[in-house]
């Protein structure tokens, strides 16, 4: 049931014109921007998006003009977990794993997990109850297993949400989801 989900999921994203994904993600920003869990956080892992994800790029972008702490992962296959990394600037990325946009190896900064106020999370579909699926490979259920101290908070398109989805054990929930048209709490 999660694979026919991801691909639906998948499907989904792909088929959303650029110019709407574009939009829907300038309203999630806004969205999250008013959020006191973002406002008050001084250091946020951001993902770097691709494949038609909730785009970041602008977010990252604008952070990095501000005083926080700008955090994104570098994937690391060999040992299958998420490197974080301290950029502080846009051109410091260079396309790595999966062509997804990362430190080049001469601007990592590591940062300790334990160190993030706030993680946001990518995921292919989302359930109101905060389940998410991914792409399948586990490096986000992995890293939020071991994050004690930051919220957590996924971006989605409203058509991301599902009423339910099937969780295993090491699935990790997000604490709340950010869409274009709503903050869904889910605790």
């Known amino acids: 049931m999660k694979e026919g989900l991801r691909k639906e999921g998948k499907k989904i994203?792909?088929?959303l014109p650029k110019s709407e994904l574009l939009?829907?993600?300038?309203?999630?920003?806004?969205?999250?921007?008013?959020?006191k869990e973002f406002?008050?956080?001084?250091?946020?892992?951001?993902?770097?998006?691709?494949?038609?994800?909730?785009y970041t790029h602008d977010m990252i972008k604008e952070s990095l003009s501000t005083e926080k702490n700008v955090i994104v992962p570098i994937t690391d296959k060999e040992n299958?977990?998420?490197?974080l990394s301290k950029i502080k600037a846009w051109e410091d990325l260079e396309r790595g794993a999966y062509s997804i946009l990362e430190p080049n190896k001469n601007c990592v900064n590591k940062v300790s997990l334990d160190k993030i106020d706030l993680i946001l999370v990518p995921g292919v579909v989302f359930d109101k109850s905060g389940n998410r699926i991914g792409h399948?490979?586990?490096?986000?259920?992995?890293?939020?297993k071991d994050?004690?101290?930051?919220?957590?908070?996924?971006?989605?398109?409203?058509?991301?949400?599902?009423?339910s989805i099937p969780a295993e054990e090491h699935d990790m929930k997000v604490d709340k989801i950010v869409t274009e048209n709503r903050v869904i709490n889910c605790f």
């Open 80 to 83: 299958h977990c998420l490197i």
């Open 147 to 163: 994050s004690k101290n930051a919220c957590h908070i996924g971006l989605a398109f409203e058509v991301q949400i599902v009423d």
């Open 136 to 144: 399948g490979v586990g490096y986000y259920d992995s890293l939020l």
């Open 23 to 35: 939009e829907k993600s300038d309203r999630i920003k806004k969205r999250l921007y008013k959020m």
């Open 39 to 54: 406002r008050k956080a001084p250091t946020i892992l951001f993902y770097v998006s691709y494949d038609n994800e909730v």
């Open 13 to 15: 994203r792909e088929n």
